[in-house]
């Protein structure tokens, strides 16, 4: 695909609920990151996958998040038990290795 | 953690005036990339640039590595120039990107 691509694009959804995210790197792309932005804020570091394997999931925030990339391309960010406090634009980014991070377009999550 | 500083937090500029953006981290970094985020959240690659000096049209960047510190100069500015500039970094160490509070620039015409 010619850019990383997100869906979907917003998100609404109520306290308690469970919620997934998809990101679709740029094609041959090994290395694949989930950020999350606040309003008024730089994106925020979540987990970053180098092929199928989580290399780094320092920045999750806790236990109800967690994320998968079973063939080393497509990445799905779970949520559990959503709160209000995890409202907010989730980006995606690959790279070729750890160079240069491109993004999609987010997905804006909103929990009521 | 590295720790980012972007300045000045806000600028307003007429329409063809030059400016000056800074980024100051504090440790040593192996990848430095500037980023214009749009009104519509995307965040758009403006340079890759872990040192050294690059110009792409009428903007262009320096980072300094040895002194902890990058600047993107934005020439001619147009109002199409808006929006939040970022800077983020990555560690020698690490690979997430640490990204700075960011520039908000408001070009009026």
């Known amino acids: 695909g010619a850019g990383v691509s997100q869906t979907p694009s917003n998100k609404v959804t109520e306290k308690g609920k469970y919620v997934e995210l998809r990101c679709d790197p740029i094609?041959?792309?090994?290395?694949l990151y989930w950020y999350r932005q606040s309003l008024g804020q730089g994106p925020e570091f979540l987990i970053y996958?180098?092929?199928?394997?989580?290399?780094?999931d320092s920045g999750l925030p806790n236990d109800r998040f967690f994320a998968v990339r079973p063939e080393g391309s497509v990445s799905t960010l779970k949520i559990q038990r959503t709160e209000r406090g995890d409202s907010a634009v989730y980006l995606c980014?690959?790279?070729?290795?750890?160079?240069?991070?491109?993004f999609g377009p987010g997905t804006r999550l909103t929990v009521l | 953690g590295i720790q980012v500083e972007q300045s000045p937090p806000d600028l307003i500029l007429q329409e063809g005036a030059n400016s000056t953006l800074r980024c100051n981290f504090s440790?040593?970094?192996?990848?430095l990339q500037w980023f214009h985020q749009n009104p519509w959240g995307q965040l758009i690659n403006l340079f890759y640039?872990?040192?050294g000096t690059k110009q792409n049209g009428r903007l262009s960047a320096t980072t300094v590595a040895t002194e902890r510190y990058s600047l993107l100069y934005i020439s001619s500015s147009q109002t199409t120039d808006s929006g939040v500039y970022f800077c983020?970094?990555?560690?020698?160490?690490?690979?997430?990107?640490?990204f700075g509070e960011g520039t908000q620039l408001t070009v009026n015409p």
């Open positions: 980014a690959s790279s070729l290795s750890r160079n240069e991070q491109f």
């Open positions: 094609s041959g792309h090994t290395a």
């Open positions: 996958f180098q092929g199928t394997g989580a290399a780094d």
């Open positions: 440790d040593s970094v192996n990848n």
């Open positions: 640039i872990p040192s």
């Open positions: 983020a970094v990555r560690e020698t160490s690490g690979s997430r990107l640490t």
